[in-house]
């Protein structure tokens, strides 16, 4: 392929990742134009909560789903190269198996145990971060051949992963939640411990199951993601992240609080409940704000705004002057695209604020 082809099929993924689709259609585009410039045997496109940075949703092609349990609990539970946490964390964010084990792929016990076994041998992996904040994975596949990725396809990714991850961020702005759909009460899941099979649910987790489940494994993503990362804490595996929770996108447009803990029992029979619930209005409004790229200090201002804080308590709060404060004000004003206090917690909340 050309330089000028190349070149041309790398701005039609920028510009995909800047016309506001949702995330199956990105994921779809962003795939479908990669294949044009690079081979790819099979590939995992995952959403991320930029909090926690565990999985929400994710898309993955064959043979991959047939193994998600054990690639889940590689990701949460054991020690390995390219983790995703630890690229969104990384300088770099994209890194290939071949590039991590210097060709020495059974040193890697994703390759060992998984992906060999399924025919696969060298991975590119992305996390997809855009101004610090990590909005999903990318993890492409090529068959068990010694020739895998090479630099250049890495630092192809590397140019369009901040792009990526602009789309995902989009998504959440541009098909935000509906007005209606998923019920207030909880839904939960009870699962055993040694295969995570499911035991019991009440009615509304068979509901919430049809509304986020990926087609990806038995277990939403989302689910099978928080269990893991539970029974990772409790064995103490330092690869576990701090908290066995994440958000997850209902299709009907909510967003879900998905959270794991243990249920005691009789000996020998572990538990765990897995509950799924709507998110609140606050905790959608801390998504969006990190959607439309505050700062620190600007998300600081904006969650008391949001409570309903007087100007002077904020700037009391946050110890600055009036003065910075109206600057970082104005600066929400204009990324969230509103003119007032009251616009900004109706657009982040769909409610007129308190009276202040």
Request: with cysteine; aromatic share 4%.
């Amino acid at each position: 392929m050309s330089r000028a082809s190349a070149a041309q099929i790398e701005h039609e993924i920028v510009r995909a990742c800047h016309r506001g689709l949702d995330v199956p259609g990105l994921q779809r585009e962003v795939l479908a134009t990669l294949r044009r410039v690079m081979s790819i045997d099979a590939a995992f496109f995952a959403t991320a909560d930029p909090d926690t940075l565990l999985f929400t949703g994710a898309h993955a092609e064959e043979p991959l789903p047939k193994s998600q349990a054990l690639f889940v609990e590689n990701e949460f539970g054991a020690a390995d190269v390219n983790k995703f946490a630890t690229l969104a964390t990384s300088s770099r964010h994209v890194a290939s198996l071949d590039g991590a084990t210097r060709h020495e792929r059974a040193s890697s016990g994703r390759y060992r145990d998984i992906m060999g076994p399924l025919g696969l041998g060298d991975e590119l992996r992305a996390a997809l971060v855009v101004d610090s904040r990590c909005w999903g994975y990318l993890c492409l596949h090529r068959e068990d051949h010694e020739l895998g990725f090479a630099p250049g396809d890495a630092d192809l990714l590397a140019r369009l992963g901040p792009h990526i991850a602009h789309g995902l961020r989009q998504a959440v702005l541009v098909h935000g939640p509906a007005g209606a759909g998923v019920g207030p009460r909880p839904a939960v899941l009870v699962l055993a411990d040694e295969d995570l099979a499911v035991v019991g649910m009440n009615p509304e987790a068979e509901v919430l199951m049809s509304l986020v489940d990926e087609g990806v494994g038995p277990l939403p993503v989302s689910v099978r993601t928080v269990a893991t990362a539970l029974i990772s804490l409790e064995r103490g595996d330092t690869a576990a992240p701090p908290v066995p929770s994440t958000r997850a996108r209902a299709a009907d447009g909510h967003w879900l609080d998905v959270h794991a803990s243990r249920l005691q029992g009789p000996p020998g029979e572990g538990r765990i409940a897995v509950v799924l619930e709507r998110a609140g209005g606050h905790t959608i409004a801390q998504l969006l704000l990190a959607a439309h790229g505050l700062t620190p200090r600007e998300v600081d201002v904006a969650r008391l705004v949001i409570r309903g804080t007087a100007r002077t308590t904020i700037a009391n709060t946050l110890h600055i002057s009036r003065h910075t404060l109206q600057d970082h004000l104005k600066s929400i004003f204009d990324k969230v695209g509103v003119r007032s206090r009251r616009e900004l917690v109706g657009r982040l909340l769909g409610a007129p604020p308190p009276s202040v």
